[in-house]
């Protein structure tokens, strides 16, 4: 995540208009309440009266996306739109959920991308409020909920869960205090079909190593048990041990990323040197820690391929994707960037970038992202 205390966040961080400007108020609503709170204003709401309540690590509280009244519930609507891609990727379903709720209180629209985060949030929250650095233990507690195996299982079930060897489950993390963590047991070809389905679902939602880990397992289980997953794509790609015919690209598309850093553009060099020397999964953790050692991978999900992505899988020239029951081809992407539309929604960065591989990058992307470039491509939005 950006600095959120020096981001621009919502209408009231926006000193220059920059986003304002592309909002445009329908008709409907210009009678609607909308009171502009000067500072002293802004600092008198209480913290009910925001989407999102942000917990620095610095100690520090932002309050962020002012719903205090119908107008400022739709005008945080619409900047949650334009600014999401600063939040944190937790912090963006708890924003979503409350500006949603409060729109809909209001009885005002809010925005594409509002109701596409916080149709995917979950019901437990209940607050506004979000701790800085706390993603991975977000991360961790989403795979506890999604758990495959029943909590009620059987003494017996659960004895014989325990007993499992470590690759009879589709993801096996390692603590930092030296414990062992182990979720989705597949001991049998029903657990392996679930656990399948359920990474057609929910694979974004993981961090990038554990997306390859989580698809290795389970196709690995798959082909050990005889269970045909070939309808799966996602593992397919995640899984995949063969290079990504476009690595150059992604490799050259984070020299981009850093032009005034010539020793970081040097590490690249080298490992563009060393592709015929190593594996794809090698080189998809040397280029994480790489990422991670610079910052980049602050642009995961957001037009630039995670390392696995860039290193790994081959998709083949009939691409297709399917959302929400719908198919997604490459001429759809194409389409959705010929009309010239995606640059108001993602912003000029993403659609360069998403123009020289746009069927990668749309894999890459989260849910409410794919959700806005396919409805741009049939002419909904």
């Known amino acids: 995540m950006t600095n959120t205390a020096a981001a621009v966040i919502d209408f009231y961080d926006d000193s220059a208009h920059a986003h304002m400007s592309k909002v445009a108020m329908p008709a409907a609503l210009r009678n609607v309440k909308l009171a502009m709170l000067s500072p002293e204003q802004h600092a008198r709401l209480p913290d009910t009266d925001f989407g999102l309540i942000v917990l620095t690590k610095r100690a520090n509280v932002l309050r962020k996306f002012p719903v205090n009244d119908p107008g400022n519930a739709w005008l945080s609507a619409q900047y949650f739109g334009q600014t999401y891609e600063k939040l944190a990727f937790p912090a963006r379903f708890v924003a979503a959920k409350f500006i949603k709720s409060a729109c809909d209180a209001y009885e005002v629209p809010s925005s594409r991308l509002v109701d596409a985060y916080a149709a995917r949030a979950d019901e437990e929250i209940e607050s506004n409020t979000f701790v800085e650095g706390s993603e991975k233990g977000w991360m961790l507690r989403k795979l506890a909920q999604r758990e495959l195996i ?73 082909d050990e048990l005889g269970v045909d997953v070939s309808r799966h794509a996602g593992l397919a790609k995640w899984a995949s041990s063969s290079w990504n015919n476009n690595v150059d690209a992604h490799l050259e598309q984070r020299k981009s990323l850093l032009p005034r850093n010539p020793s970081a553009r040097e590490v690249l060099n080298k490992l563009a040197a060393s592709l015929g020397e190593t594996t794809p999964a090698d080189m998809a953790e040397a280029l994480q820690v790489f990422d991670q050692a610079t910052g980049l991978d602050r642009y995961y999900d957001r037009g630039l391929a995670d390392p696995y992505a860039s290193t790994m899988g081959k998709l083949a020239e009939g691409w297709s994707e399917e959302v929400d029951g719908d198919t997604v081809t490459a001429a759809d992407l194409q389409k959705a960037i010929s009309s010239g539309k995606l640059e108001g929604y993602f912003g000029a960065a993403f659609v360069e970038q998403f123009k020289k591989d746009p069927t990668q990058i749309y894999s890459s992307l989260p849910d409410p992202e794919k959700q806005v470039i396919k409805q741009v491509s049939a002419g909904q939005a």
């Open 150 to 222: 029943e909590k009620a299982a059987s003494a017996g079930e659960v004895t014989a869960t325990a007993e499992l060897p470590n690759q009879h489950f589709a993801l096996v993390i390692k603590t930092g205090d030296g414990s062992v963590i182990r979720k989705y047991a597949m001991p049998d070809a029903g657990h392996v079909k679930q656990a399948a389905s359920y990474f057609d679902k929910y694979a974004m939602d993981l961090q990038p190593e554990y997306r390859h880990r989580f698809a290795l397992s389970v196709a690995n289980r798959a």
